[in-house]
Every structure is written in structure tokens, then in C-alpha cells.
């Protein structure tokens, strides 16, 4: 039996390595693309930039160092120039697969930070595996403009789970709702109808506002805005503005809000500001052919009848007034039972002086003097 060779000695001493393996090994060499490991086997393993990381501007020497330990993928046990050809950034993602898969069959909340927008949705990193979270499962609300995520850390979970077809979709929604749900839950639970409550705007119409309450959105309807008449909401509120509001009314999940509060009500002192015989001022709110509406103060309208307007003949408001004109009239009749006020200009006019009449008789009883 002959001896064995030095070579062959060192060679049966060293590992066996598969294709696919996990090994680990020491640092022996960097460069700014390549960083080379010696991992007790015949050949030194190479770790390419490509095979380290996503980011083609990274230089190793920047994040490696030699003497530092890693692990790595195996790809190819000869590369063709007797070289072990390795990954990191694969076995990372195989590591992250698996993180994923466990977070999949537990419901398991997962945070993670945007690596990407994408056109379709955001692109997250866990633990080097990639999970997509389409557009649609973003936000419990639709969002046009997905930039606002970029670089932010978010939360969600894993909804799909296939990673030999690629497709890993994350789904921040669901978690959303499930929030938004407890929060309702806890807002039925404390509101009750007059109670005064504080919300931010959430969007407006041409027929109210949606007030987000936290956990439910409020109606604050263009009628129940003013005790004044208001004509466009968007002139009056801004979306995120804070608004004091009681409840109106509850009907299911339904709530609608309120600013006309009881204690605000113009109509409480009416009787006194605007007894028989004061003498007003208001501003011409809109016409009719019958007459114009002034509003004295926001919630009380007055009526100027036609024939109230002058002594002299009127045919329409519109020939002698003009909408946002303010004028000065006087009381005439108050019903506050009915909420109904009427004035009268023509009786602030002076009469009209008997000229004419008066210069005829004088001049006759001249004439008759004189003869």
C-alpha cells in the first residue's frame, strides 16, 4: 500500500461542497465588484457584486471587510477557472422566503420599508426577499399618487404566497380596515345624539362635508352649515380643517353633524332686535318679482314687499335694487311663531309736497286781491 501524497492528504482533509449548499467562510480579499472567501474547501469561493447586492453603485470595500465571516449560496462549484462561484444576495432572499412564508401561515403583521414606487404599487424588502403590494391594497381609500410611501416604513401583511412564481403580495388595506373597524366600534360606543364633537374635514361637496370623526365620517349637510344660507361649501371649509360640531342625528352607521347650535339660534333674540317699529339694515339677499328677501343677520330673512319698496311706483325690486345692496328699512310686522319678518322702505321716504296745488291757490287768491 503506497503512501498518499501530500495533495491528496490535504484534499480528503478538505469539505465536499454541493451545488446549492449554504457554506460559510472568512473574508480573504476585497475589491470594489468582488469579494473573495476562503471556505475550507480545495478552490476559494467568489462572491460577484451582482451576486451581494441590488445597488450597482455600491462599492464593497465600503460595507466588506477582510476577516469578516459570511455565509453564502453556492452556485457553481467550478466555475470554469476552478473557482467556487457564491451569492449572498440568493441566500438572503431564500432566508427572507421562508421569513415570509412563516409570516404568510400566521397572519403575522410585517413591517418593511418602501424600497420602490412602482406604477402598480409599492415594492418592500424583508429581510432581502421582495414583496409587492399592489396600488389597490395600499390604502383603504384610492390614492392616485403613491410617492408620499417612498422610503417610508409601513405595515402589512402577507395575502399571497408564491415564490416560484414570483409573486409575494403584500396587502396594507386589510389592516386598515381591521383599524378603522375597532375604531368605529369604540366612536358608536361614546357618541350620542347633541354631543358635541371635533373632527378634521375630509372632503367636500356640493352638498356638505365629510367629517372624519376617528373611526367614522360625519355628514355636516350645506343646510345644517349656517344658520345662514351658505351656497358653496368650498368656500366656507378646507379639506384637513378642524371643525367643533354636535351630533344631529345617528341612523345605523350614519351620522349627521350639525353647526347650527340651539344657543346660536338668531331667532332666540329676534323679537327684540326686531320688534314693530325698529328700523334695520340688512343686505339684499336675492328677488322675486313680488319682492326681495334682506337678510338682516346670517339665519333671518325679512321680506320687502313690491309695494314697500317707494312711494313711487315699483315695477319689479330688480328695476330699483340690486343683490348685495344694503338698505335701510323699517319693521313693520314680526311673526316669530312663523319666523317671518316684514319692512317697509316707503315709509322712511318724506311725502311728497303738495306743490303744485298750494301755488295755484295762492296765485288765485293774488289775482283777486289785486282787482
Request: no cysteine; aromatic share 6%; hydrophobic share 40%.
Amino acid at each position: 500500500m503506497s503512501e498518499l501524497s501530500f495533495e491528496q492528504l490535504l484534499e480528503e482533509s478538505l469539505k465536499t461542497i454541493r451545488t446549492g449548499e449554504v457554506v460559510t467562510g472568512t473574508v480573504i480579499g476585497v475589491k470594489e465588484d468582488e469579494i473573495i472567501l476562503n471556505i475550507g474547501y480545495k478552490s476559494d469561493g467568489i462572491i460577484s457584486k451582482n451576486e451581494y447586492t441590488n445597488d450597482s453603485s455600491l462599492d464593497l470595500t465600503s460595507v466588506v471587510n477582510v476577516g469578516d465571516e459570511m455565509e453564502a449560496k453556492v452556485l457553481k462549484v467550478n466555475d470554469g477557472e476552478g473557482q467556487v462561484l457564491l451569492s449572498y444576495k440568493r441566500l438572503a432572499v431564500d432566508r427572507g422566503n421562508k421569513r415570509l412564508e412563516e409570516a404568510f401561515n400566521s397572519g403575522e403583521i410585517l413591517t418593511a420599508k418602501v424600497v420602490q414606487v412602482l406604477d402598480g404599487g409599492l415594492s418592500v424588502n424583508v429581510d432581502g426577499a421582495r414583496v409587492f403590494i399592489p396600488a389597490s391594497l395600499v390604502s383603504d381609500s384610492y390614492e392616485k399618487n403613491l410617492d408620499k410611501y417612498a422610503d417610508q416604513e409601513i405595515e402589512f401583511v402577507i395575502t399571497e404566497f408564491n415564490p416560484r412564481k414570483r409573486r409575494i403580495i403584500g396587502n396594507r388595506k386589510q389592516l386598515l380596515m381591521a383599524k378603522k373597524a375597532e375604531m368605529q366600534k369604540e366612536l358608536f360606543e361614546r357618541i350620542e345624539v347633541g354631543q358635541t364633537v371635533e373632527g378634521i374635514v375630509k372632503n367636500i361637496t356640493d352638498f356638505g362635508a365629510f367629517i372624519d370623526l376617528g373611526g367614522a365620517d360625519g355628514l355636516l349637510h350645506i343646510s345644517e352649515m349656517s344658520w345662514g344660507r351658505v351656497e358653496n361649501p368650498k368656500k366656507v371649509f378646507k379639506v384637513g380643517e378642524e371643525i367643533r360640531a354636535f351630533i344631529k342625528d345617528i341612523n345605523g352607521d350614519k351620522i349627521a353633524l350639525s353647526l347650527k347650535f340651539p344657543e346660536e339660534n338668531p331667532w332666540v333674540r329676534a323679537a327684540e332686535n326686531y320688534a314693530v317699529g325698529n328700523i334695520v339694515t340688512g343686505r339684499v339677499a336675492r328677488m322675486t318679482d313680488f319682492g326681495a328677501f334682506v337678510e338682516l343677520e346670517p339665519g333671518i330673512d325679512a321680506l320687502l314687499h313690491v309695494s314697500q319698496i317707494s312711494r313711487q311706483h315699483v315695477e319689479k325690486p330688480s328695476d330699483v335694487l340690486a343683490i348685495g345692496e344694503e338698505i335701510e328699512a323699517k319693521v313693520v310686522d314680526f311673526n316669530g311663531e312663523d319666523k317671518k319678518i316684514s319692512l317697509s322702505m316707503k315709509v322712511l321716504e318724506a311725502p311728497a309736497e303738495p306743490v303744485a296745488d298750494e301755488f295755484i291757490e295762492e296765485s288765485g287768491e293774488e289775482a283777486m286781491t289785486e282787482e
